[in-house]
């Protein structure tokens, strides 16, 4: 592996520009120790600088690709006192973090330890990635931070630089923090005596240690200049961004008629600048000026630039841009384009088209207006009555040019009304299994609502997904399971999200999903193919734990989720999490999204129940837990007479499970089938999972945690649902 390490196939696979890249940039300075860990065998860590600062391995085993470590014991001791007398410092590693590294854990940790408190460190860590030095203990520490998580399962190579109170902090040759209120100098910590020097140990006996491997290591007395930094950094820095150069997908550019998006920043975290051939019809920022209609098709090179550290690669795209449509073009597209789902089998309210994406207006006529009007809104017959048939007719028109076209709705009698005999629980189990990010379900004891049992389990009673995604990330979280108006439909939404096999939260957040998992059922046993809808703007980096509520004041589900919203194109600013709020009749069609909440800091996981024309909404405080912000991690419960975007909220009570739990997340509310009682199950994250609360005054926003209790082994954010005696028999049947 080395710092000689090939680019290989991947940089030949795509047109780029390399630049001469040396395999270590000159420095002013030598380090003063240097591990090349090029040793095939024994327990000493040879110093390349000539210093004599040579280690001893604690365990790990010596590869092709540097020193491995195991997580459990293995670490490398280094000399004492490495810090004293220093004023200025860099410190570099090439490491690999293996995807199942637990955390809190240290890359690296120079100082003193005394007992589980540190005394005077400087470390670095990858969740969070930071390095931070301190005199004393985490209390003291002053810290320079990414504020990302390090990308797991492939290597890196990171830098950190002190000198004159300011502090740098590279990943892969580029900076990507910077503390210029740094007090403290490497020869403060121990007043120059150290004695905990480690590789792949932290300073903290309660901490892990590193599940990973090392290529380099090397400190240096001074502040290298970030172009020695990325001088030394360049063989991963040019494999890394001609990965970038690789991933970009403008999608099928053959055929352009909206803007583009040119995305800005690769998944290593490169920098991504654009030109163009013609700016005045494809501009560095996408934006697309279609020629005019009577003028030719235009062609339009665009060019990617990505830069990581002092390396730079480029990719070429070829957009063609089609001039305007005419009339008679436009039309045709539009009313291509129109799609009622369900036609064969209405229960809803349906979405009826009234624009084009191409400048139509789209009218429409219904034969039997009182089954389904020309807003879409559905009227069907009594339990037991007639099914119709409904000819809709729509007429796209743009200029003298129309087309019309012709359906056929077919509208089935209401269903037999039924009392509720039991609860389905839909839930995922988390990430830390392949198959915890996929849908969960149990079914209650009886009408017991803090009793289940899992569905679908194996031959040794482990419970097994009962849906899973093979889309997207081809995982899923969060599932919200909502049944309609009607009752004999139902709809199965989830965040489009996989951490586990990569652990990187960064990512999951600043370039996640901009869509929900959606699969739609008339029976709960048998399911719709799964298909991913985007319900994000661009600005977004996330989409999670959607959930929906029909509004009978709009005929329409209003569907909330939690998004960070960017004001870079980086998604480097802006960061924390708004709900938002969009409109839809069949979970395909959705209105723009718009923010629902902004409190001006992280709010996620928001939750609804409605009972006497009041709506009562859960939402988790994301902010730390401190002394200032005391409700933070916990739930806040508010209330409103309407489900309009712009409807007013008013506050009922915070700090919910506070004193009966750590923290908590992922509410979700039902109402008992047999009394008026409410339950709120809220997911105390990092302990003891869903832990049930119960009211009999949703009004007052005092829940009760329960005491005796019967759940899934590990459910995480997922739905309660009441059911039919019917509907829990074919559950019991099927699973």
Same mark, same amino acid.
């Given at each position: 592996?080395?710092?000689?390490?090939?680019?290989?196939?991947?940089?030949?696979?795509?047109?780029?520009?390399?630049?001469?890249?040396?395999?270590?940039?000159?420095?002013?300075?030598?380090?003063?120790?240097?591990?090349?860990?090029?040793?095939? /065998? *024994?327990?000493?860590? +040879?110093?390349?600088?000539? !210093?004599?600062?040579?280690? =001893? @391995?604690?365990? $790990? #085993?010596?590869?092709?690709?540097?020193?491995?470590?195991?997580?459990?014991?293995?670490?490398?001791?280094?000399?004492?006192?490495?810090?004293?007398?220093?004023?200025?410092?860099?410190?570099?590693?090439?490491?690999?973090?293996?995807?199942?590294?637990?955390?809190?854990?240290?890359?690296?940790?120079?100082?003193?330890?005394?007992?589980?408190?540190?005394?005077?460190?400087?470390?670095?860590?990858?969740?969070?990635?930071?390095?931070?030095?301190?005199?004393?203990?985490?209390?003291?520490?002053?810290?320079?931070? /990414? *504020?990302?998580?390090? +990308?797991?399962?492939?290597? !890196?190579?990171?830098?950190? =630089? @002190?000198?004159? $109170? #300011?502090?740098?902090?590279?990943?892969?040759?580029?900076?990507?923090?910077?503390?210029?209120?740094?007090?403290?100098?490497?020869?403060?910590?121990?007043?120059?005596?150290?004695?905990?020097?480690?590789?792949?140990?932290?300073?903290?006996?309660?901490?892990?240690?590193?599940?990973?491997?090392?290529?380099?290591?090397?400190?240096?007395?001074?502040?290298?200049?970030?172009?020695?930094?990325?001088?030394?950094?360049?063989?991963?820095?040019?494999?890394?961004?001609?990965?970038?150069?690789?991933?970009?997908?403008?999608?099928?550019?053959?055929?352009?008629?909206?803007?583009?998006?040119?995305?800005?920043?690769?998944?290593?975290?490169?920098?991504?600048?654009?030109?163009?051939?013609?700016?005045?019809?494809?501009?560095?920022?996408?934006?697309?000026?279609?020629?005019?209609?009577?003028?030719?098709?235009?062609?339009?090179?665009?060019?990617?630039?990505?830069?990581?550290?002092?390396?730079?690669?480029?990719?070429?795209?070829?957009?063609?841009?089609?001039?305007?449509?005419?009339?008679?073009?436009?039309?045709?597209?539009?009313?291509?384009?129109?799609?009622?789902?369900?036609?064969?089998?209405?229960?809803?309210?349906?979405?009826?088209?009234?624009?084009?994406?191409?400048?139509?207006?789209?009218?429409?006529?219904?034969?039997?207006?009182?089954?389904?009007?020309?807003?879409?809104?559905?009227?069907?017959?009594?339990?037991?009555?007639?099914?119709?048939?409904?000819?809709?007719?729509?007429?796209?028109?743009?200029?003298?040019?129309?087309?019309?076209?012709?359906?056929?709705?077919?509208?089935?009698?209401?269903?037999?009304?039924?009392?509720?005999?039991?609860?389905?629980?839909?839930?995922?189990?988390?990430?830390?299994?392949?198959?915890?990010?996929?849908?969960?379900?149990?079914?209650?004891?009886?009408?017991?609502?803090?009793?289940?049992?899992?569905?679908?389990?194996?031959?040794?009673?482990?419970?097994?997904?009962?849906?899973?995604?093979?889309?997207?990330?081809?995982?899923?979280?969060?599932?919200?399971?909502?049944?309609?108006?009607?009752?004999?439909?139902?709809?199965?939404?989830?965040?489009?999200?996989?951490?586990?096999?990569?652990?990187?939260?960064?990512?999951?957040?600043?370039?996640?999903?901009?869509?929900?998992?959606?699969?739609?059922?008339?029976?709960?046993?048998?399911?719709?193919?799964?298909?991913?809808?985007?319900?994000?703007?661009?600005?977004?980096?996330?989409?999670?734990?959607?959930?929906?509520?029909?509004?009978?004041?709009?005929?329409?589900?209003?569907?909330?989720?939690?998004?960070?919203?960017?004001?870079?194109?980086?998604?480097?600013?802006?960061?924390?999490?708004?709900?938002?709020?969009?409109?839809?009749?069949?979970?395909?069609?959705?209105?723009?999204?718009?923010?629902?909440?902004?409190?001006?800091?992280?709010?996620?996981?928001?939750?609804?129940?409605?009972?006497?024309?009041?709506?009562?909404?859960?939402?988790?405080?994301?902010?730390?837990?401190?002394?200032?912000?005391?409700?933070?991690?916990?739930?806040?419960?508010?209330?409103?007479?309407?489900?309009?975007?712009?409807?007013?909220?008013?506050?009922?009570?915070?700090?919910?499970?506070?004193?009966?739990?750590?923290?908590?997340?992922?509410?979700?509310?039902?109402?008992?089938?047999?009394?008026?009682?409410?339950?709120?199950?809220?997911?105390?994250?990092?302990?003891?999972?869903?832990?049930?609360?119960?009211?009999?005054?949703?009004?007052?926003?005092?829940?009760?945690?329960?005491?005796?209790?019967?759940?899934?082994?590990?459910?995480?954010?997922?739905?309660?649902?009441?059911?039919?005696?019917?509907?829990?028999?074919?559950?019991?049947?099927?699973?």
């Amino acid at each position: 592996m080395k710092s000689q390490r090939l680019l290989g196939t991947l940089v030949a696979a795509i047109a780029v520009a390399v630049p001469a890249v040396p395999a270590v940039a000159a420095t002013a300075d030598a380090p003063l120790l240097w591990y090349e860990f090029d040793e095939a /065998s *024994g327990q000493t860590v +040879a110093d390349s600088s000539g !210093n004599g600062r040579t280690g =001893t @391995l604690n365990g $790990g #085993t010596w590869t092709d690709e540097g020193l491995a470590l195991d997580g459990v014991d293995d670490y490398v001791d280094l000399p004492d006192d490495l810090l004293a007398g220093l004023d200025a410092i860099t410190v570099t590693a090439e490491v690999y973090i293996e995807t199942d590294q637990a955390s809190p854990y240290f890359i690296y940790g120079l100082g003193n330890t005394s007992g589980s408190w540190g005394s005077g460190y400087l470390f670095a860590t990858g969740n969070g990635y930071r390095t931070a030095i301190s005199t004393c203990h985490w209390t003291c520490e002053q810290n320079t931070g /990414s *504020g990302s998580d390090l +990308a797991r399962g492939t290597w !890196n190579h990171l830098a950190y =630089t @002190l000198a004159d $109170g #300011t502090a740098v902090l590279y990943l892969n040759g580029q900076e990507v923090a910077r503390n210029e209120a740094v007090t403290t100098t490497p020869g403060d910590i121990g007043a120059g005596t150290t004695v905990a020097n480690y590789l792949g140990r932290s300073l903290y006996s309660g901490d892990r240690y590193l599940h990973g491997r090392f290529a380099d290591f090397r400190i240096y007395d001074g502040a290298l200049a970030a172009a020695d930094i990325g001088g030394l950094a360049a063989h991963l820095s040019a494999e890394k961004a001609a990965e970038d150069a690789a991933a970009i997908d403008l999608g099928d550019t053959s055929a352009v008629t909206a803007d583009l998006d040119l995305p800005g920043q690769g998944a290593n975290g490169s920098r991504i600048t654009w030109a163009s051939s013609d700016p005045e019809v494809v501009a560095v920022d996408g934006t697309v000026t279609r020629p005019d209609m009577d003028d030719p098709d235009a062609s339009v090179t665009l060019t990617a630039t990505v830069i990581l550290g002092t390396v730079q690669q480029q990719r070429d795209f070829t957009a063609t841009v089609l001039a305007e449509y005419d009339d008679e073009e436009a039309v045709a597209l539009d009313a291509a384009a129109v799609l009622i789902p369900n036609l064969d089998d209405v229960r809803s309210s349906i979405f009826l088209p009234t624009a084009g994406a191409n400048g139509s207006t789209i009218t429409w006529k219904s034969n039997k207006p009182n089954v389904i009007s020309t807003d879409g809104i559905v009227n069907r017959d009594e339990p037991g009555g007639r099914t119709y048939k409904v000819k809709l007719t729509a007429t796209v028109t743009r200029g003298c040019e129309k087309e019309k076209l012709s359906f056929t709705a077919v509208v089935p009698p209401l269903p037999a009304e039924a009392d509720y005999t039991g609860y389905l629980f839909t839930y995922f189990t988390g990430e830390g299994t392949p198959t915890g990010e996929q849908v969960y379900g149990a079914l209650s004891d009886g009408n017991d609502p803090l009793a289940f049992t899992e569905l679908n389990r194996d031959s040794n009673g482990t419970a097994q997904p009962i849906l899973t995604s093979d889309q997207g990330e081809q995982g899923v979280r969060d599932p919200f399971l909502i049944r309609s108006p009607e009752g004999d439909r139902f709809f199965l939404i989830a965040t489009d999200l996989k951490i586990n096999g990569n652990g990187d939260w960064n990512r999951a957040q600043r370039h996640g999903s901009l869509s929900i998992m959606v699969w739609e059922s008339d029976d709960l046993v048998n399911w719709s193919e799964g298909r991913l809808v985007q319900v994000s703007p661009e600005t977004a980096g996330a989409t999670w734990a959607p959930e929906a509520y029909w509004d009978p004041a709009q005929n329409a589900y209003v569907v909330f989720w939690a998004s960070p919203l960017f004001s870079t194109d980086d998604h480097s600013e802006g960061f924390y999490h708004r709900m938002m709020y969009a409109t839809t009749r069949d979970f395909v069609h959705f209105s723009e999204a718009q923010v629902w909440v902004d409190q001006g800091y992280s709010t996620i996981d928001s939750t609804m129940i409605e009972d006497g024309g009041t709506y009562y909404r859960f939402t988790k405080d994301e902010r730390s837990n401190s002394s200032s912000t005391p409700c933070g991690k916990f739930i806040l419960a508010e209330t409103a007479t309407s489900l309009a975007a712009d409807a007013d909220w008013s506050f009922l009570a915070d700090c919910i499970g506070s004193g009966a739990m750590s923290a908590g997340e992922g509410p979700l509310v039902f109402k008992s089938n047999t009394e008026d009682k409410w339950y709120l199950f809220i997911d105390e994250f990092g302990g003891r999972g869903y832990i049930p609360f119960e009211t009999t005054d949703l009004a007052s926003g005092e829940w009760t945690p329960v005491a005796d209790y019967d759940l899934p082994a590990s459910p995480r954010h997922g739905t309660v649902i009441p059911v039919t005696a019917a509907e829990y028999e074919r559950l019991q049947t099927a699973w």
